[in-house]
Structures are given as C-alpha cells and as structure tokens.
C-alpha cells in the first residue's frame, strides 16, 4: 500500500510510445511516471533496485513478451512483481488462461484514466 504522504511511482512498459505517453499524461496528476519501451530496460531498472508502486506493462514489447518481464522481474524484485498489471489490445484463448493463472490484473486497451486511477489507488481486483 502506498503511504497516504507518498506520491507513488509508475513504470509504463509498453513499445507503442505514442499510447504510453497517452497513459502517462493521465496519470501525471496523481503520480511519478517513467517510461521504458523495452522490457530489458525495465528490468535493469528493477534489478538495479528501482521501484514501483504500480507497473503497467503490455503483453508483447518490442524486444520480448510480458511473461518474460514478469518471470525476471519476479526473480530480482518480487514485491514488484507483485505489483504488475499487464495490458494487450487483444487476447487469444492462451493468453486468457495465462493471465487467468498469474491472477494479475488486466488492462484491455485502450485502458481508461478510471482504471487506471482505480489501479494507483490499490484496488488490486480486476477493474
């Protein structure tokens, strides 16, 4: 839970620039927010010690999928990873179950500044 005196910190993984900026204009007001394009980016941030209280991060990035950032980020930083909300324009049967069993939130795009800000709040159910 973020301190009620802390402005929470967010990492926007995804390789659409254009659509993480988007996400980070809405969250700006509420929050601390970084970009990274590529899931290895965002690894070396976590792994070097850098966190978050929320990370948004799409299923398929330009350099990897979303379930290798999870499993590394699970292996550097597991409260991070536990704070991990991936978000996809679309799902197959697959992914649906792999979500499904990670019971990690989902964000389907384009995500809206409500889920998003139900999301920074906490909320940890499925918005």
Known sequence: MI???AR????????????A???ARALRPHADVMIEP???N?????????RFDLVLCDLVLPDMRGVEVLEKITTAAP???ARLVFTAATLSGP????????RLPFLQ?????????HLLRGDRARP
Do not use: C, N, Q, Y
């Open 79 to 81: 409260d991070t990873a």
């Open 38 to 40: 590529r899931g290895l």
């Open 3 to 5: 301190p009620p005196h």
């Open 21 to 23: 900026r988007s996400i």
């Open 109 to 117: 795009k384009p995500v809206t500044t409500a889920a998003l800000l």
């Open 8 to 19: 929470p910190r967010v990492l926007v993984v995804d390789g659409d620039l254009p659509l």
């Open 95 to 102: 992914a649906k179950e792999w979500l499904a069993a990670t």
């Open 42 to 50: 965002a690894i070396g941030r976590i792994a070097r010690g850098e």
